[in-house]
């Protein structure tokens, strides 16, 4: 009986993530074309309200079209496993309603970001096309940067809760917020989550003005449906995780989450493209000792305390 309910929540979240998934891309189509004065989808039923649904189904039905010097298991394997990967993650998300409560929760999601890197890089390498190569090649080199400063700000959390589990570090801001004894870790992180999602302005994977479309430049029908699931997915993620490590993931955790979640998109309407050098200087000469001293600070004040 114990599986039998594992398996129908597990289904469950499954569902619910990929129907989230479906609004916040119709969401970000309203929002963009509000900014860029003019209408969003609003044609196919209420309000435009089932075009996400009408452009999955136009997407998985239409004809495949695929280089032909493709690296055939690894062009079609590498959406999969990245929509999977990024299923993987919601795994440790606390639900009410009960699935996982991993006591190393903060751990097993730098293994499923980590893992991540090599799915884009294998999409683009095996589409066999110099510019998806060029946008996989710049993903990966500003992922792992980023990877540095994030894992960093999470042990600043770890330091603060005593914990991995996500469930011990909610029970330990019922009095106050780690967004406010952790603020510029919190800044950092955002910004950081930014570049780790390939969002403007680190959009350098996909770099439309100069690549074409970047790594999945050559993709199209279902695999380019997943690749662009997994990217939204990993924004709702992101963002709701974002809610609980700094403001306590209770109701206004998660209407913070969703507040995180607009906040990405509206900066894709109002930002433009950092330069790629940039890029690299603020990981690696800003963020990485700002988040260091910060946690060595953290580490000092808790020592005392105790």
Known sequence: MEIFIFILNFIFLIIMVLVSVAFITLFERKVLGYIQIRKGPNKVSLGGLLQPFADAVKLFTKSLSYPFYMNYYIYYLSPAIMLFMMMLGWLIYPLSFGLFDYEYGILFFLCCT????????????????????????????????????????????????????????????????FSFLLMPLFYIWFISGLAELNRTPFDFAEGESELVSGFNVEYSGGGFAMLFMAEYGSIMFISLLSGILFFGGSLAGLLIGLMLSFTVIWIRGVLPRFRYDKLMFLAWKSFLPISLNYILICFCVMMYLL
């Open 114 to 177: 980590s893992f991540s890197v090599y799915t884009l890089f294998g999409s683009g390498w095996s589409s066999n096309s110099k510019y998806a190569l060029l946008g996989a090649l710049r993903g990966v080199a500003q992922t792992i940067s980023y990877e540095v400063s994030m894992a960093l700000i999470l042990l600043g959390v770890i330091i603060m809760s005593f914990s991995y589990d996500l469930t011990s570090i909610i029970m330990h801001q019922n009095f106050i917020w």
